[in-house]
């Protein structure tokens, strides 16, 4: 059993090895690292620290696909804490007394465990988060300075303020304005002796790290799918971050989306998919298939295997979405792939990412799904239209929305080797009758 710890500013990383040697440490959390092949069944992840505001954060079903993989997932002190108490009915496992305040809604907002800190040098936060602010005052209403109707003011006060201005100056000139001086001076008096003493997240953290160590000797939590009442979770969402984050081969998603667009013999690949996909969600095969086929579309005569017409037909109402983790559906898909095109997608890529790093304004998203479906229909030879939204399913897209998403991030490339190709023909066009007047007269 390994234990995976995910912290950051909550646990500084030489406190965590000092006292558990065997971690396998890791940053904060951030979306798609829990679908790393590195956590194995059996094991237990700790979530503490995660990334958000300014990238993706960790999302809740992927959590539960940890849960449903054997891995237990313990939360406590900051963003774990906070899914701790949304997902303890689905098996997660939550520690601490910040997580008891989520539980029972004394705090709601994540900005209660918010840090803000530097991407870069020292992970320290650069603010006070409110749970710790919170345990003070308990502490200072125990120690008899601080009454309890002064501790809701005050804390009203705290959460008004923007969580990255809650500095320790800023938040010891708050007390002060607010005129609880008994307080501020014994607040002060006690981080001298114990810069620590309030640090309900630090404390969080070690509880749930003393639990790891020793969570094979309890209960396993109840799967996802007990605690949902059988209903699957696992949605189209769900399956392409798998496709992103959890296949062995880094941009599998991005490779199979240039065979889809630019293979002219791709249908048939689908079509051969579609007869063997055991994806779930999809029909398994053979008789599997042909059933499905005629609960959605009725009746159908035997022949329609060989019938284009048809198999249009089925692909645009039949399109599930491939498993690249595994790897007889992902080696069926990439099949007609050369490492011409393998070569072509990693020069694209890396393309698009150059040109959003010298232009930090632009993304993705800014390039319109108009031009991309245009420039689709221009690629496979079809109109805008019906034709379109028929071809999209015979390659693989259950809509032109699809496939447009797909494409974009080759558009810039693609929209630059065409230009370069067009003043090849151009320039070639132009020689070509000066070639022929020197071959007349015998120098070619």
């Known amino acids: 059993m390994a234990v995976h710890v995910f912290v950051g500013p909550s646990c500084p990383e030489p406190l965590v090895r000092q006292s558990h040697p065997g971690f396998v440490l890791h940053g904060p959390v951030k979306h798609g690292d829990l679908f790393s092949a590195a956590l194995a069944e059996g094991d237990v992840v700790v979530i503490v620290d995660g990334i958000y505001h300014h990238r993706l954060a960790l999302r809740h079903k992927e959590i539960l696909d940890v849960l449903a993989r054997g891995i237990a997932v313990i939360g406590a002190a900051s963003i774990g804490a906070l899914r701790a108490a949304e997902l303890y009915g689905f098996g997660m496992i939550g520690v601490g007394r910040v997580h008891r305040w989520y539980r029972t809604g004394v705090f709601e907002g994540d900005d209660a465990v918010s840090v803000a800190h530097s991407e870069t040098g020292s992970p320290a936060g650069l603010n006070i ?44 000139s708050l007390i002060r304005q607010c005129d609880e001086t008994a307080f501020a001076d014994w607040y002060e008096q006690r981080l001298g002796a114990d810069p620590d003493a309030f640090d309900q997240k630090r404390a969080d953290a070690l509880e749930a790290f003393a639990l790891a160590e020793r969570l094979d000797t309890l209960a396993q939590p109840s799967s996802p799918g007990a605690a949902s009442g059988e209903r699957d979770w696992r949605t189209e969402y769900h399956r392409r971050w798998r496709n992103r984050f959890a ?143 028929m071809e999209c399913g015979r390659r693989g897209f259950p809509s032109p929305r699809q496939a447009a998403g797909a494409f974009r991030p080759f558009a810039l490339a693609y929209l630059s080797d065409q230009t370069a190709r067009t003043a090849r023909t151009a320039e070639t066009a132009e020689t070509a009758p000066a070639a022929r007047t020197s071959g007349a007269r015998g120098h070619v």
């Open 129 to 172: 988060p409110l749970v710790n602010l919170h345990t003070a005052m308990l502490a200072g209403c125990d120690a008899g300075v601080l009454g309890r109707d002064s501790a809701h003011r005050l804390m009203a006060r705290l959460e008004s303020e923007y969580y990255p201005l809650r500095t320790p100056e800023r938040v010891r």
């Open 247 to 389: 296949t062995a081969t880094p941009d599998l998603h991005h490779r199979l989306a240039y065979q889809q667009i630019f293979d002219a013999g791709f249908p048939d690949v689908w079509w051969d998919f579609l007869n063997g996909s055991s994806a779930a969600g999809s029909p398994a095969a053979s008789d599997g298939f042909r059933g499905h086929v005629r609960q959605q579309l009725g009746p159908v005569a035997v022949p329609w295997l060989d019938d284009s017409a048809m198999r249009s037909r089925i692909t645009a109402v039949i399109c599930p979405l491939p498993d690249l983790a595994d790897p007889r559906e992902a080696k069926l898909l990439l099949r007609r792939e050369s490492a011409e095109d393998r070569a072509r997608v990693a020069d694209w890529l890396e393309q698009m990412r150059q040109h959003l790093e010298t232009h930090p304004g632009r993304s993705l998203g800014q390039i319109r799904e108009a031009v991309c479906t245009r420039l689709l229909a221009r690629i496979w030879d079809v109109d805008t239209g019906s034709e379109l939204t």
